[in-house]
């Protein structure tokens, strides 16, 4: 995955679909749960606006490009922060049993792959 600004869109885009269907919600609600939980962002409009002006301030911003194709230092990254991400979906949807391996689907990915690519 590219760091081009409407790469990442589509990216985001993708992975909101992920997890609209995951946890059986809107897809506005959804780009804004990962806007938050995974971006660290205040709002869906925040994380746009981020993209757009390409400030990565937040290092969970480069996330965006995460994808099966990634270097690796991105999937370390998602390692860095996964149970803060966790911890943050949980206290938005309490009631969903999203782990880990959720999270990391989000990202196109499969779960063995993240660990074989995060052990290197």
Do not use: W
């Amino acid at each position: 995955m590219s760091f081009n600004k409407e790469d990442l869109l589509v990216n985001i885009k993708r992975q909101a679909k992920r997890l609209s269907k995951l946890l059986s919600i809107p897809l506005g609600q959804a780009q804004e749960a990962l806007a938050i939980c995974v971006y660290g962002c205040d709002s869906y409009s925040q994380l746009l606006s981020f993209l757009n002006s390409e400030s990565f301030g937040d290092s969970r911003i480069a996330l965006t490009a995460l994808s099966p194709k990634s270097e690796i230092f991105l999937f370390k990254l998602l390692q860095q922060h996964i149970s803060e991400i966790l911890k943050k979906f949980e206290n938005k949807f309490p009631k969903s049993s999203l782990d880990e391996k959720n999270v990391v689907s989000l990202f196109g990915l499969g779960y063995q792959e993240f660990k074989d690519k995060i052990s290197n």
